[in-house]
């Protein structure tokens, strides 16, 4: 999945366990999820041609569907995750965080998965990620250590995520999060393309001295 078809489908599973009596979406809903300030990392905003080309890429991977209704004036959309990759309502949780906020530690997932799923511990949360990280088609990884932060970070495998993994954010301040936008490229991949740059850049600088 591409950074934006993760914001879609993540929106689509948040939603449906948050807000079921609000599911499914309709395209404004969906927009307004994806473009919510709150509980996501990066902050972006996606119009409808965006959002739409990511619903029709997710319908032909059978990841979602469009619920027709006589009762619908406009068509509304919905996930079938837990039946496309075999999750349950736990790991389903894990998953939705790390589509909606990057790389996490075991910690975090846990309190960022509450409204979703209430795990009793957070080595509850480690199960869970060992479980889908030794999957014969792993669906999670646990990120190298970074220099500074104490504990390492999951990551899931379910396509390109941010280049960097976003600094750690206390729940308090979800809401000044700022707007950053998606680079497709692995974690490992972007901090290695980061400092190739930055060695292009020193090195034209170099020869501008020497000019």
Avoid at 140 to 168: D, F, I, N, S
């Amino acid at each position: 999945m591409t950074p934006v078809q993760q914001r879609v489908v993540g929106c689509l599973v948040e939603k449906e366990l948050t807000t079921p009596d609000q599911y499914p979406l309709s395209m404004n809903a969906l927009i307004a999820a994806c473009n919510q300030s709150t509980n996501r990392d990066p902050v972006v905003q996606l119009d409808e041609r965006v959002v739409s080309n990511a619903l029709e890429n997710l319908k032909a991977e059978s990841l979602v569907r469009v619920v027709f209704s006589k009762g619908n004036r406009v068509d509304k959309y919905r996930h079938v995750l837990p039946e496309a990759l075999e999750l349950d309502r736990a790991s389903l949780a894990v998953i939705t965080v790390l589509l909606l906020r990057g790389p996490q530690t075991a910690a975090e997932l846990r309190a960022r998965t509450e409204r979703m799923h209430a795990f009793a511990a957070t080595h509850a949360v480690e199960h869970v990620l060992a479980q889908l990280a030794g999957r014969d088609d792993p669906l999670v990884t646990l990120l190298p250590r970074q220099p500074g932060r104490k504990e390492p970070r999951w990551a899931h495998l379910l396509g390109a995520v941010a280049a960097t993994a976003p600094a750690p954010v206390p729940e308090s301040e979800d809401s000044s999060a700022v707007s950053a936008p998606y680079v497709a490229a692995a974690p490992e991949d972007g901090r290695i393309t980061a400092l190739e740059e930055r060695v292009r850049v020193l090195e034209e600088r170099l020869d501008q001295l020497d000019g």
